[in-house]
């Protein structure tokens, strides 16, 4: 499967964003699909997961603050994120786990100004 983050960009603090993860297939029986993130010189961390029975987990640095859903019909996971901080910056990738096996979009870029 090949997955197209979108919807990054520049927002100040306290502001929303939505990003999207449009998959080259159907999604119904994806294990889970999930956000990840990359901050510079951090290393990729979880952010949000969502199973095929949307069941939803989120890290705890943005639970309360961003939601992550998932529309079958379209193929595509969302992840609303509001009242963002700077430390919300990273590159945020969009992951598919499927029998054990990883796959990855090429990530979109969020940056938050204070």
């Known amino acids: 499967v090949q997955l197209q983050a ?3 960009g520049l927002v100040q ?3 929303s964003l939505r990003l999207s993860c449009a998959a080259s297939r159907s999604i119904f029986s994806i294990t889970s699909m999930n ?8 290393e990729r961390e ?3 997961g969502i199973t095929i029975g949307r069941i939803t987990s989120y890290a705890d640095p943005v639970k309360g603050r961003f939601t992550i859903s998932r529309d079958n ?10 009242s963002l901080k700077p430390e919300d910056t990273a590159v945020y990738y969009c992951n598919a786990l499927i029998q ?5 979009g090429q990530g979109t870029l969020v940056t938050v100004s204070s």
Do not use: H
Not at 73 to 82: C, F, P, R, S
């Open 6 to 8: 979108s919807g990054g």
């Open 73 to 82: 019909a379209k193929n595509t996971v969302y992840l609303q994120m509001n």
């Open 35 to 42: 956000w990840y993130r990359q901050a510079p010189g951090k």
């Open 100 to 104: 054990r096996n990883n796959y990855w």
């Open 13 to 15: 603090a306290g502001g």
């Open 46 to 48: 979880f952010v949000a």
